[in-house]
């Protein structure tokens, strides 16, 4: 404000003056400040406004989508097997059919499990967001040849074509930012290795660079569903954010706050201006929508800010319902939600896509899950079983919850 200000009076001094409008009124001047103050702090991208999100336009907008979840980053459970990270599946399909067919077939998933076709039925759907849920071992040279640069870029061509933001999570930082499967951590975790933190800061760094000019981007999700104590999450907070503001000073920054995104008490101030708070919120476990919405309401009150639903879903028709409704409230101050997840094989819960996956594709997944030397399969069952599951998840053998999908799509047109 302070730079508009001045820019005014230059132009006000230099312009004005000279040619005979030696007064200018208060109101006009006010409104050319105004005017002008808005033009100079325009932000091309979605952004925060107090409890608000704003698009390029400065409109308003509530980001409401869905996870691509179990494709950047694997969950055993989404694929019909067990509660298993990504590192422990792979080595199972490894020992079954060789390095080269299991890095094969993992590569085969990065460019196909999520597909052009995926995007347009999302769009189609009235959806305006997708997360991105990532495993850092994508962007990795030793690991995978950095095969996740050109993933995320193509995604991002067909994001941009039918219009729908993505923010990009890193689901899986190095070490793991969890113990837990959710994030493939490795022996050392991330809290216990500085190196582990070194190096997510500087990928953090390199995705901000590539992506800085980057409009459909919607915002970075620096860590999903940390573990960690508040003086630690937010010391690595603090050197994230510097990276990332050191080669993009515009994108939206999404924080999850400590214990699986739960907890936000710790914050007493805003660690970026432009930024929203994201909570998760699963109640298969037990409790009201209603009412753990609270405290998420009461921080986005407190540091006035937007509060994101990153991640909700796994449940009945009628408590997805009920979270809708919790969510639509004037009083929740959720700047929108993202549903866990576009599409899993069937597990109890409602399948917005389901995956019609073969009685020996689940047999087999479960096994590389847990692998057990006794019940080893043939080399010849597994690539049937990794053949079989490239075709179910296609978009052509997916089968959809219409009922599902009718009851998100009709809370996206609010």
Not at 24 to 30: A, G, H, R
Not at 204 to 211: F, G, L, S, T, V
Not at 338 to 351: A, D, I
Not at 374 to 395: C, H, I, N, V, Y
Request: charged share 20%; glycine share 6%.
């Amino acid at each position: 404000m302070e730079k508009a200000t001045i820019l005014i009076f230059l132009f006000w001094k230099r312009m004005v003056k000279p040619f005979g409008m030696k007064k200018i009124s208060l109101v006009s001047f006010l409104f050319s400040l105004f005017l002008f103050s808005n033009f100079l702090t325009a932000n091309p991208f979605i952004h925060r406004d107090g409890k608000l999100l704003r698009d390029a336009n400065n409109a308003s907008v509530k980001l409401k989508g869905v996870n691509l979840g179990g494709w950047l980053l694997w969950e055993g459970w989404i694929w019909g097997g067990k509660l298993k990270s990504q590192s422990v599946m792979h080595s199972g399909i490894e020992s079954t059919v060789g390095k080269k067919e299991a890095d094969e077939f993992r590569n085969y998933v990065y460019r196909n499990f999520i597909n052009e076709g995926d995007i347009q039925k999302i769009s189609q759907l009235g959806f305006n967001v997708v997360r991105v849920p990532f495993n850092h071992r994508i962007f990795d040279t030793a690991a995978c040849g950095a095969i996740g640069w050109e993933v995320m870029d193509s995604l991002l061509k067909w994001c941009a074509k039918y219009k729908v933001y993505a923010v990009l999570d890193m689901h899986g930082a190095y070490g793991g930012q969890n113990p837990y499967f959710i994030s493939d951590p490795d022996k050392t975790i991330l809290w216990k290795s500085e190196e582990a933190k070194r190096k997510t800061v500087l990928l953090w760094k390199k995705i901000a660079e590539r992506y800085k000019n980057n409009p459909i981007v919607a915002g970075y999700d620096l860590l999903n569903e940390p573990i960690a104590k508040p003086a630690e999450l937010l010391a690595l907070y603090t050197r994230i954010i510097a990276a990332i503001r050191e080669v993009d000073k515009e994108h939206l920054l999404v924080i999850e706050g400590s214990n699986f995104a739960k907890r936000f008490d710790f914050f007493k101030t805003l660690p970026d201006q432009n930024m929203c708070f994201s909570f998760h919120l699963y109640t298969w476990l037990g409790g009201k929508p209603s009412t753990k919405i609270e405290p998420y309401t009461l921080i986005a009150n407190q540091l006035n800010v937007p509060m994101w639903c990153g991640e909700w879903g796994e449940n009945t028709y009628e408590v997805i319902s009920q979270t809708l409704t919790t969510f639509s409230q004037p009083n929740s101050n959720v700047a929108g939600w993202c549903f866990w997840t576009w599409k899993k094989v069937p597990n109890g819960y409602t399948s917005l896509q389901a995956m019609n996956a073969s009685p020996e594709w689940k047999s087999y997944i479960t096994w590389c899950c847990k692998p057990d030397p006794k019940t080893k399969p043939t080399q010849e069952a597994a690539r049937k079983a990794l053949d079989g599951f490239k075709l179910a998840f296609l978009s052509k053998n997916i089968v959809v919850d219409e009922k599902l999908a009718g009851i998100l799509s009709a809370d996206v047109k609010k």
